[in-house]
């Protein structure tokens, strides 16, 4: 019986295709430690804040309204809070800083009214103007004694200071200056979402 050696691979086709399934089972693998070693990482994957580990109550005994008087710990439950803290006058910097919470929280739309801003300053300190936007329920001007306002493991820092504070009266996250808002933006809504699954949980569980 003659061989059909029209049925026979041609020479060199074995060869190509061992060569295309290693790649396709090797190349991925390639691409990753090229990543790894140029230490690349996909932003949209991370957070912008530095997260507190573990996170850490927030004295309210600390921190007083303006006329004197003790902030209720109640005032630091049940909304998100972008904290932001000075040592000393809320000068054009720190005026800055403070727009750009304030332009995060507008940037949330209908989910704005479950975060509040609140700026914290020294006893004693001028009021600022607040960007001519004046204080409301969403806008605090709270204060600090003298022995400042320094949570665990930031005892050295100074000037002006960016936290997010839970619901729960908890300081989760802290922002590194210059402050990127879009970052900002990015968590808070990210943890608004993280929120809502939980609840969506709890309820679930609840039936």
């Known amino acids: 019986m003659t061989e059909d050696k029209s049925l026979a691979p041609a020479p060199g086709r074995g060869?190509?295709?061992?060569?295309?399934?290693?790649?396709?089972?090797?190349?991925?693998?390639?691409?990753?430690?090229?990543?790894?070693?140029?230490?690349?990482?996909?932003?949209?994957?991370?957070?912008?804040?530095?997260?507190?580990?573990?996170?850490?109550?927030?004295?309210?005994?600390?921190?007083?309204?303006?006329?004197?008087?003790?902030?209720?710990?109640?005032?630091?439950?049940?909304r998100w809070s972008m904290m932001l803290v000075a040592d000393g006058p809320c000068d054009e910097?720190?005026?800055?800083?403070?727009?750009?919470?304030?332009?995060?929280?507008?940037?949330?739309?209908?989910?704005?009214?479950?975060?509040?801003?609140?700026?914290?300053?020294?006893?004693?300190?001028?009021r600022p103007?607040?960007?001519?936007?004046?204080?409301?329920?969403?806008?605090?001007?709270?204060?600090h004694g003298a022995e400042g306002f320094a949570p665990a493991g930031e005892s050295g820092s100074e000037g002006v200071r960016v936290h997010l504070v839970d619901p729960a009266g908890e300081r989760m996250m802290a922002y590194p200056l210059p402050l990127d808002g879009s970052g900002v933006l990015s968590d808070v809504r990210r943890l608004l979402r993280a929120t809502d699954r939980e609840a969506e949980r709890r309820r679930g569980e609840g039936t």
């Open 129 to 143: 103007a607040l960007n001519g936007l004046g204080e409301t329920d969403s806008l605090r001007l709270l204060r």
């Open 15 to 78: 060869r190509w295709q061992l060569l295309g399934i290693a790649l396709l089972f090797f190349g991925p693998i390639a691409v990753a430690w090229l990543l790894v070693l140029s230490d690349w990482r996909p932003g949209s994957l991370g957070n912008h804040g530095q997260f507190v580990d573990p996170p850490e109550p927030v004295a309210a005994a600390s921190l007083a309204q303006e006329d004197g008087s003790p902030l209720p710990e109640r005032e630091l439950r049940g």
């Open 93 to 126: 910097a720190c005026q800055s800083v403070l727009d750009t919470l304030v332009r995060v929280r507008v940037a949330l739309n209908h989910e704005a009214d479950r975060v509040q801003t609140l700026l914290v300053l020294p006893e004693g300190a001028e």
